[in-house]
């Protein structure tokens, strides 16, 4: 829509309007049926699974409905000018829109109220025009239209008489008499409702004339096309043909450039508009108090905030001009960012199959009057807003996040309403009486005196709306600027001059509350994104580059935003930065550095300067303090200065060069325009009256050429389109070309936008994934937070609902709902249940194959757990049997998860399609799922996901009940398999544990069920000791969680029992996650590192014979050790804590603190058997304890004195409670207690040179030992005390029964 040079004044893109419109009826085709109702009806059809035949059948001639409710084609009648290169005219898209119901016949006992809505017309590069209709009703003058009308009610009134007679004779069997006077009163019925006489009645049809404009002046087009009907209808013939008028607003009539107001004329009075200066807030001319009184305040939030995350949205309401209001007023509201997806205010009925589309969306669809919600068949509503205007009503998806400090915010703007005596909570009557006010003043001009039309009386009108709200409040607002509305005794005249007044001011007031609306709206994304410039990564040299990589490039840090946000923001931002709308911004940003910045950006950015210039902050502290908007009086301001002082007066409409005798009046007919006066514009383009220079117009020109968004898409502005169309799908329907292939044609590019889509997010998912599992491994930092997995994974979920909803049948046979409406409808879930009656169907008349998953590795004693099988039905039963999930698209989504973390998502879905008389029953051809290539490439994106581990549902449903089955193996070549004593167990998990379990006695393996535990972290085992065989060498112990089929493996590797080993009877074992054989299949290299574990067989057999072996690592290699220990831990406390792993695996796991701090005590330790017995490290620390006790401490001075004696003291306190606790733990169980409560206390630091300094050490440790050293346990001293700043929590398994 831009031209390529700066345009001449009288060019298209400086033009207000660029089309003057007339459609209505070709009186030489005469009544044909709409064929776009008969594609609508085909269409119907198809979606409700009946073929098409009958359908045609009927030929859009519907018998049903009386010819007068019936839709009829209408047609273009004429469009000045012919053409505009730079906004080609689309003549089909134009009269669908303008009359998106057809032609509308009435008789004079109907309402004829002329009706003003509003429409648009996207491109597939996003560009939008405006258009404005005005639909009015003229009398039918042809002779041959009225004949058909009558003959078409013959055949109606005869079809319904046979029926009636049909249908009686049925029904009743009884006298004939009463079966005639059935007749008689049914007939008499239908003649009386279903009447056209030609000899009678007056014959209307409907007309409209409309303007295109490529801004939205919406109240300006309003009052000009007022002007336009009033003087056709009124009796004095207009100051001027028509034509002038139009040739005026046409040609004559510029645009005004930013920030000015321009005065041009009507018919009959002067209108004045005004456009936003390049500093303010775009352009935007729809009353959004309309939308706060259809919807209520909290409501309007709650679709704001669905618009915001790109879910579908449907308005549905009957009367057009609300579906656009309310779809023109949400979308203005985004700024700075602007909706990416289809957007379709108004969809015709032809266009109903754009229901089907699996992408975003916003439409509006017509309601017909009568029909119920109940009634309305869509194919997909897991993820639908549906918006019914007209009753006041939302119903929002499931699982959707709240819009940051929502109850402030709504504080916020209720008291801008209530400022402006609009109620919050909406007023549905009081808009309806505004329109009907509206229609009222306009039946004042139509009063034609013709069949028994009677004039108004003012004060009827007065009477008939004394009890409404808004005439109370307008009287209110009368009686504050001193009129009186009580008695009305005012002359005629000035009482017009005071109704044009306070319609003036109502004007005003209207784009006051705009105004502020939109600036409280904006103030909170300035407010929550001031920093967003921080985390922008702009990492390509040129704009060349950038388009080229754009799919491959990060363009946004979003973990680090996120970390920077308060808490309770998290979860609305988390999901608002993955959508299009987002990404779109960013890539503004990203251009402005070799480009002029987009004029949205532009603003917003300003804005953030402002804000950081008033309130300085420190940008890494964000709080979740509500700061209400402060420019609210500025913004309105600036309104009410632009239209109380005008910068441009457009020149008068003037007598045209017309031939003779055209441009005839006849009253109440619109008249047939003198094409060729209009076809072009005025030679001389600088006759524009204003009161600014020509230099300032060429500026403001140029500066109005480039700014504006609408006007600037050039070839480039395409080529960034197809850039940045990264996961996007816009799929703007094309109006102009219904055809069935065209249909099929956008159906093709959503299954490769779904494609595509799965693409992206598998990759992104996996790329995230495996970054933060390298980060665990030590390789770089952590991209991907649980916040944000966890976004991944639901969005994943909203793609693969939107994919089974693609061309869906709606109405399915034999679908045990029907036409129910059941609220979270998920295509997904439906899927799986036919799946799964099917299959239980033939699991009882045969077994039914089950795939079986492979047989684990067996241990050294070919003791394991039996292996779980793969099934898909089974799973869908675990998910059945959570009874938190209450709907429908809730299980979808666990199944999901679920599949997810067993890594079966792949295979599971390549099963339930294997079903293909299923697919074909429930999807029609052009479905994704029934394009077999695609669907295919689908599955093999989800089978990657299988590279890497998810706990996506054991970490969300955490108090769902799991069965868990473990089992204890046994080295049998050392011991006995089977220990006489009773033995034990107690398992924990991050989410709890589940106390002490006694194992069945001569039994190794258990099943037990419990509140999920969450991912699990350690095994406590131990026994009583009693029986002959009471001495148990343990290899192992394993645990399967029985849903998700995670095995966890705790190595133990030591003997429990009295007198053996270090004499425990219960040892703490910590977990690894053991993956699954198929995982292997997938390759070495993609699969998932294993978690730390507890310290291995070998390692814990050294510590008991650590002479003599080539392993002893050296000083060096210790202290290296202790530092990466302490390292992990620090780093741990540095995660938000969300995203923290298990901190028992850093003190107690493989290279734990306990490890390391034990090769540090066994460096140089004299562990020679003194009458083969084993020395421990914790013999030691009993002898430096038994020597503390006892000796009277030295000190420099009193203050270390008193120091030295409170760390004496509670190390000693601390030896003994764990040498008393009431559990039978061996003595390198005992130091693993006292190193972790030394941690969380902080005084392993203060205990060291305790020991480091005692005589004990002398006796039980080289010389050359790291203990014995000084300047190794000042070090080592430093390192622990970069622990005292954390709040260390033990789990409780590990210090279990230590009373400190």
């Not at 001027?240 to 046409?250: A, F, G």
């Not at 070799?594 to 950015?605: A, S």
């Amino acid at each position: 829509m831009s031209g390529s040079g700066a345009p001449g004044p009288g060019a298209a893109p400086c033009r207000f309007a660029h089309y003057f419109v007339l459609c209505g009826i070709d009186a030489e085709s005469g009544l044909e049926p709409d064929e776009l109702a008969v594609l609508y009806k085909w269409l119907q059809a198809d979606l409700h699974g009946k073929s098409s035949d009958t359908a045609d059948k009927t030929s859009g001639e519907n018998f049903d409905q009386s010819p007068l409710r019936r839709t009829f084609k209408s047609k273009v009648l004429a469009h000045y000018p012919q053409n505009i290169e730079w906004n080609p005219f689309d003549q089909d898209a134009v009269n669908m829109l303008c009359m998106p119901k057809g032609l509308s016949f009435r008789t004079q006992a109907d309402n004829r109220d002329p009706q003003l809505h509003s429409f648009i017309i996207t491109r597939e590069d996003g560009s939008r025009t405006y258009g404005f209709v005005l639909t009015f009703y003229e009398e039918v003058t042809s002779k041959q239209i009225c004949t058909a009308m009558q003959t078409l009610y013959q055949m109606h009134n005869a079809e319904q008489y046979s029926s009636v007679c049909a249908s009686s004779s049925c029904s009743m069997d009884s006298l004939a008499s009463s079966i005639d006077e059935g007749d008689a009163t049914s007939l008499a019925k239908l003649q009386r409702y279903n009447s056209y006489d030609i000899s009678r009645d007056t014959l209307y049809v409907s007309k409209c004339i409309c303007l295109i404009t490529p801004l939205p002046f919406m109240q300006a087009c309003k009052k000009f096309l007022i002007q336009l009907y009033k003087a056709v209808t009124s009796q004095q013939p207009p100051p001027l043909p028509l034509e002038s008028y139009i040739h005026n607003i046409l040609y004559e009539v510029p645009l005004p450039p930013p920030g000015r107001s321009l005065k041009f004329y009507g018919v009959y009075e002067p209108i004045i508009c005004q456009r936003p200066g390049p500093n303010e807030l775009p352009l935007s001319d729809y009353p959004l108090r309309e939308v706060f009184e259809l919807l209520g305040l909290e409501n309007l939030v709650q679709v704001f905030t669905c618009v915001l995350l790109e879910m579908q949205i449907l308005l549905y309401s009957q009367d057009y001009q609300r579906l656009m209001t309310v779809a023109e007023g949400i979308t203005t509201l985004l700024f700075p960012f602007q909706w990416q997806h289809v957007y379709v205010p108004i969809l015709p009925a032809s266009l109903l199959h754009f229901l089907d589309a699996p992408v975003p969306y916003l439409m509006g669809l017509q309601s017909k009057e009568g029909t119920d919600r109940s009634k309305l068949e869509l194919p997909q509503e897991a993820n639908l807003c549906f918006v019914d205007i007209d009753n006041h009503f939302i119903e929002l998806p499931e699982e959707f996040p709240q819009f940051p400090n929502k109850l402030e915010f709504i504080q916020e703007i209720s008291e801008v309403l209530l400022q402006f005596g609009i109620p919050p909570e909406g007023n549905l009557h009081c808009s309806d009486s505004a329109t009907k006010l509206k229609n009222l003043v306009l039946s004042d001009l139509v009063n034609d005196k013709k069949n028994g039309n009677i004039p108004s009386n003012a004060l009827n009108m007065y009477e008939l709306l004394k009890g409404n709200e808004t005439i109370a409040r307008l009287q209110a607002l009368a009686k504050r600027t001193g009129v009186t509305m009580e008695k009305i005794t005012t002359p005629l005249t000035e009482k017009e001059k005071d109704g044009k007044l306070s319609c003036e001011e109502l004007e005003l007031r209207d784009y006051k509350l705009n105004v502020q609306l939109r600036e409280v709206f904006a103030n909170r994304f300035t407010q929550m994104f001031a920093d967003y410039e921080a985390f922008v990564i702009q990492a390509a040299p040129d704009m060349e580059s950038w388009l080229t990589n754009r799919e491959q490039m990060q363009n946004f840090d979003k973990a680090s935003f996120l970390s920077d946000q308060p808490e309770p923001y998290l979860p609305f931002l988390s999901h608002f930065i993955e959508t299009q709308m987002f990404a779109t911004f960013i890539d503004n940003k990203i251009i402005s550095q070799w480009e002029e910045k987009d004029p949205f950006l532009r603003v917003f950015d300003s804005r953030i300067e402002k804000i950081k210039l008033y309130n300085v902050r420190a940008p890494a502290l964000r709080t979740s303090n509500y700061q209400k908007c402060s420019t609210l009086k500025e913004a309105a301001q600036s309104i009410e200065q632009r239209l109380m002082k005008i910068d441009h007066t457009a020149i008068h409409p003037h007598l045209l060069d017309m031939k003779i005798g055209q441009g005839k009046y006849e009253q109440g007919f619109f008249p047939k325009l003198q094409s060729d006066v209009l076809a072009t514009g005025p030679t001389n383009n600088n006759r524009w009256a204003s009161r600014s220079t020509t230099t300032q117009r060429r500026k403001d020109r140029l500066r109005q050429h480039s700014e504006h968004i609408g006007l600037d898409n050039d070839l480039r502005e395409k080529y960034m389109q197809e850039a940045r169309s990264l996961g996007k799908n816009l799929r703007q329907p094309k109006l102009s070309d219904l055809s069935p292939a065209v249909i099929a044609q956008t159906n093709w590019k959503f299954v490769e936008g779904l494609l595509k889509e799965c693409r992206m997010k598998t990759k992104r998912m996996l790329v995230e994934k495996m970054g933060h599992e390298a980060v665990e491994l030590g390789h770089g930092e952590a991209n991907i937070t649980g916040l944000e997995e966890n976004t991944l994974i639901a969005s994943l979920c909203d793609l693969l609902e939107r994919i089974w909803s693609h061309g869906l049948q709606v109405k399915q046979k034999g679908n045990p709902e029907g036409g129910q409406r059941n609220k979270g409808k998920s295509a997904l879930w439906s899927h799986l249940l036919q799946y799964q009656e099917r299959e239980e169907k033939q699991e009882h008349s045969a077994e039914s194959p089950v795939a079986v998953g492979t047989e684990r590795r067996k241990s050294d004693t070919g003791i394991t757990l039996p292996t779980l099988r793969v099934s898909l039905i089974q799973d869908m039963r675990h998910v059945q049997n959570m009874s938190e999930i209450k709907t429908d698209v809730g299980r979808a989504r666990a199944w999901i998860r679920l599949s997810l973390e067993k890594k079966l998502l792949s295979q599971h879905l390549k099963q339930l399609l294997s079903n293909q008389a299923l697919a074909k029953k429930l999807y029609k051809r052009y479905a994704f799922l029934r394009c077999e290539e695609e669907r295919e490439q689908f599955l093999y994106h989800l089978l990657s996901l299988n590279a890497v581990d998810y706990f996506c549902f054991t970490s969300v449903f955490t108090t769902i009940m799991i069965p868990y089955r473990s089992v204890i193996i046994p080295i049998k070549k050392l011991s006995n398999a089977i220990t006489t004593s009773n033995p034990w167990i107690c398992v924990s998990g991050e989410l709890g544990d589940t106390g002490v379990m006694q194992i069945p006695k001569n039994h190794l393996e258990m099943t037990f069920e419990c509140q999920n535990l969450g991912k699990l972290t350690t095994v406590q085992i131990g026994h009583d000791n009693s029986g002959l065989l009471a001495k148990w060498l343990v290899d192992c112990v394993m645990v399967r969680n029985e849903i998700t089929g995670h095995t966890y493996k705790f190595p133990c590797g030591r003997w429990l029992g009295k007198g053996v080993d270090d004499g425990s009877l219960e040892r703490i074992l910590i977990g690894e996650l053991v993956s699954s054989t198929s995982d292997e299949e997938l390759g070495k290299q993609c699969r998932t590192p294993p978690q730390q574990k507890s310290p291995t067989v070998t390692r814990r057999l050294s510590i008991t014979s650590l002479t003599g072996r080539n392993t002893k690592p050296n000083a060096g290699q210790i202290q290296e050790g202790i530092g990466e220990a302490v390292n992990n831990i620090v780093k741990h406390f540095h995660k938000p804590e969300k995203e923290r792993g298990s901190l028992t695996i850093l003190l107690c796991g493989e290279n734990g603190l306990v490890a390391a701090l034990e090769q540090v005590f066994h460096h140089g330790f004299k562990s020679a058997r003194i009458f083969h017995k084993n020395v421990f490290i914790w013999d030691f620390i009993e002898k430096a304890v038994a020597y503390l006790e006892t000796s009277d401490q030295i000190g420099d001075n009193e203050e270390a004195l008193l120091l030295q004696r409170s760390s004496c003291k509670t190390f000693c306190h601390y030896v003994n409670a764990i040498n008393t606790a009431p559990r039978n733990i061996g003595k390198d169980g005992k130091f693993q207690i006292l190193v972790c409560l030394g941690t969380r206390d902080h005084l392993l630091s203060q205990w060291i040179p305790l020991l480091a300094e005692c005589p004990p050490i002398t006796r039980m440790y080289e010389e050359n030992a790291l203990l014995r050293d000084r300047m190794t346990v000042n070090s080592l001293i430093r390192v622990l005390q970069t622990l005292q700043d954390f709040n260390i929590i033990l789990e409780g398994s590990l210090i279990k029964g230590v009373d400190v």
